[in-house]
């Protein structure tokens, strides 16, 4: 009997590029059987900041799957990465294909991810496509376009990168303190390999044109050398050869700073000196700054000419904008080099493994603790859910500080008073003990503010009150709001529906849990076994169909 094709999800984050419509009409178009599959669903991260009008890609009524977004709230792709891939499990797939957004698939695509899925043996945890970059036949590429054609030879980029479903959530998912399109992917198949799985290169292919983009595009991604000094810390001196990634240029870079420094320093020792009157410390700095200005010079010409003798050759239309963008970046580059490894090796001195480890839960009150009553001002009419007490006191047996973030618009509605809330909250306290901290948003909806669910402002007031950051925090809810307020401040959620919890909430939520006491054994007891607190990979559990509604 042939076995069963693999079932897989996709997975794709976003920043809102129109390219995305393009790659699921290219992934619509694919030739599917039933031994060569399309996938289960996809889901698009929508991970742009802010309050945004959401993204809404559509696919042909054709097709077998569906395409929904959640968003990601501008975290960077490794966030992103992670909230697609957790919400995707509730498909049932086996395995996640990530695909950037601005790739597009040829012809066979499916059918050969489907081959490649098929030769990985229960030992292989991921498997890796191969990247095709076109570049214009009648010039040599520009430095950006040849930098986009190094994903060609890239090991594990997430451009077209399937992944097991087991094998992620081993590691809990891409380590989200990467904020870039940078070293994550290598950082997760480093960890994944050390985890015992094996990563395999399979046949499929996809195209990843060039972006367009402006001349200060290679000055900015220096900003990856901090993202280098991140993977030193987490793997140590020789990450590069463990990762499969080239050597770079940085101590070019570092070679050339030194040189600029020592110019500075001697033209300044030779102004002091001038204005002191002694001669033979001028002469002796005057010739400190000239050496260092003579290497200088050596370094950023060398470094103009490696740029520049690949591209594009006298004579052809983008031979001088291109000469231009590299004399005006080539300057610039070595000092941005050197100011972001050097913030990332100071940001990250003290950087442990992921995932974080959990130092607070955060709980929402109605709903949550307590039954929900609209708008109670009366503290007579609290009433815990039931295992309230029994969840908050294995949360303090735990060790770990504890909050409330509430919203509560009645006030601004006038139908509440701050007293009244407060002494609701006070009679809560005193059915389950005191909280380290009482976070409440007064403000409803149309009042716009930056505290009110699902924005993250009371999650990051709770997490600075508790001295704690945001990612060591996990928020307890019970609506869709809840879940994306944590999302949106880098805290992990877990969802208890009720009632009122929308169906898409709980097919969004990264974690759901069937009953309070079912959520924090979620979050306390891995950390009782001596692994990773509050695993966010947590398959979630399957609660019964919930009733739509919305709470205020």
């Given amino acids: 009997m042939t076995p069963a094709p693999a079932s897989y999800a996709v997975v794709?984050?976003?920043?809102?590029?129109?390219?995305?419509?393009?790659?699921?009409?290219?992934?619509?178009?694919?030739?599917v059987d039933a031994q060569h599959p399309g996938p289960l669903e996809v889901v698009v991260v929508d991970d742009r900041p802010g309050d945004v009008e959401p993204l809404r890609p559509t696919v042909p009524d054709t097709v077998a799957w569906t395409v929904r977004t959640v968003r990601g709230h501008g975290r960077g792709p490794a966030a992103a990465r992670n909230r697609g891939w957790r919400a995707a499990r509730r498909s049932g797939a086996e395995w996640i294909a990530f695909l950037d957004d601005d790739v597009e698939l040829p012809a066979g695509w499916a059918r050969?991810?489907?081959?490649?899925?098929?030769?990985?043996?229960?030992?292989?945890?991921?498997?890796?496509?191969?990247?095709?970059?076109?570049?214009p036949d009648s010039r040599r590429p520009t430095?950006?376009?040849?930098?986009?054609?190094?994903?060609?030879?890239?090991?594990?980029?997430?451009?077209?990168?399937?992944?097991?479903?087991?094998?992620?959530?081993?590691?809990?998912?891409?380590?989200?303190?990467?904020?870039r399109a940078y070293r994550e992917d290598a950082d997760l198949a480093l960890r994944v390999r050390r985890a015992g799985w094996q990563l395999a290169r399979g046949r499929r292919r996809i195209t990843h044109p060039v972006r367009?983009?402006?001349?200060?595009?290679?000055?900015?991604?220096?900003?990856?050398?901090?993202?280098?000094?991140l993977m030193r810390r987490l793997h140590g001196p020789d990450w590069r050869r463990a990762a499969e990634a080239p050597p770079g240029g940085f101590p070019w870079h570092v070679a050339t700073v030194a040189a600029l420094a020592t110019a500075g320093a001697g033209a300044g020792s030779a102004l002091t000196a001038t204005v002191l009157g002694r001669r033979s410390a001028r002469r002796a700095a005057l010739a400190a700054a000239g050496a260092g200005a003579v290497a200088w010079t050596w370094l950023t010409g060398r470094f103009v000419l490696l740029r520049t003798v690949p591209g594009p050759r006298p004579g052809d239309p983008e031979f001088l904008p291109e000469l231009h963008r590299m004399l005006r970046t080539s300057a610039a580059i070595p000092v941005a080099a050197v100011r972001h490894k050097a913030r990332g090796w100071w940001r990250h001195r003290e950087t442990g493994p992921w995932p974080v480890p959990v130092r607070a839960v955060l709980f929402d009150r109605d709903g949550t603790l307590v039954h929900d009553v609209p708008y109670n001002g009366d503290p007579d009419a609290v009433e815990l859910v039931p295992g309230a007490r029994e969840a908050v006191d294995a949360v303090r047996a735990a060790g770990w500080r504890i909050g409330v973030v509430s919203n509560q618009s009645g006030i601004s509605r006038g139908l509440l008073t701050r007293e009244e809330v407060d002494a609701v909250n006070a009679r809560v306290s005193e059915l389950l003990g005191p909280f380290d901290t009482w976070q409440v948003c007064p403000h409803a909806p149309e009042q716009d503010c930056p505290c009110r669910k699902p924005r993250p402002g009371m999650v990051r007031a709770a997490a600075a009150a508790l001295g704690v950051d945001p990612s060591q925090c996990v928020l307890i809810g019970d609506i869709g709001a809840d879940v994306e307020a944590a999302q949106a401040a880098g805290a992990r959620s877990v969802l208890v529906p009720t009632p009122v919890t929308r169906e898409e909430e709980v097919a969004a939520a990264p974690v759901v849990a069937r009953t309070l006491r079912d959520a924090v054994a979620a979050v306390v007891a891995p950390a009782a076994h001596g692994g990773p607190a509050a695993r966010q990979d947590a398959r979630p559990t399957e609660v019964p169909a919930v009733a739509a509604g919305s709470r205020g």
């Fill in 12 to 31: 794709v984050p976003s920043v809102g590029r129109p390219t995305l419509q393009w790659l699921l009409d290219t992934l619509s178009a694919q030739d």
């Fill in 112 to 135: 050969q991810l489907a081959e490649d899925l098929a030769a990985c043996g229960p030992g292989t945890g991921a498997t890796q496509g191969r990247i095709d970059v076109p570049l």
């Fill in 143 to 179: 430095d950006w376009e040849r930098n986009t054609a190094s994903l060609q030879d890239a090991d594990w980029a997430t451009a077209d990168m399937a992944y097991r479903v087991a094998a992620l959530e081993a590691v809990s998912g891409f380590d989200e303190r990467f904020p």
């Fill in 212 to 229: 367009p983009a402006d001349d200060l595009v290679s000055l900015r991604v220096q900003a990856g050398n901090a993202d280098d000094a």
